[in-house]
Nanobody, 124 residues
Framework: QVQLVESGGGLVQAGGSLRLSCAAS????????MGWFRQAPGKVREFVAA????????YYADSAKGRFTISRDNAKNTVYLQMNSLKYEDTAVYYC?????????????????WGQGTQVTVSA
């Protein structure tokens, strides 16, 4: 059973930064794509960013491009989401997820394990 544990959320002023971490259990972490999603109150869960297995290719939602950076440290079984220039509308619960395979997908159905989520609140 794979477990994903997010950390790093919190309260930050608009324009500030946070770095989210997601620690994964399992011995083949490097093989799988990893993604970050978020869900704001009253809204559906949406894709934020993903990084592929092995080669570390990245892909971002338009809302994240230029402000967020996803990265992974395979030696630590950890994926990160560096969030800069945060906006009020970035307020949400952020979830990391493990992809079913190596390839990036923006579809939540392409991920089979999910963390419990970490709250990010950006004050205006």
């Amino acid at each position: 059973q794979v477990q994903l544990v997010e950390s790093g959320g919190g309260l930050v002023q608009a324009g500030g930064s946070l770095r989210l971490s997601c620690a994964a259990s399992g011995r083949t972490f490097n093989v799988y794509a990893m993604g970050w999603f978020r869900q704001a109150p009253g809204k559906v869960r949406e894709f934020v960013a993903a990084i592929s297995g092995n080669f570390g290719l990245t892909y971002y939602a338009d809302s994240a491009k230029g402000r967020f950076t996803i990265s992974r440290d395979n030696a630590k079984n950890t994926v990160y989401l560096q969030m800069n220039s945060l906006k009020y509308e970035d307020t949400a619960v952020y979830y990391c997820a493990r992809g079913i395979g190596r390839v990036i997908t923006t579809n939540s159905g392409g991920y089979d394990y999910w963390g419990q989520g970490t709250q990010v609140t950006v004050s205006a």
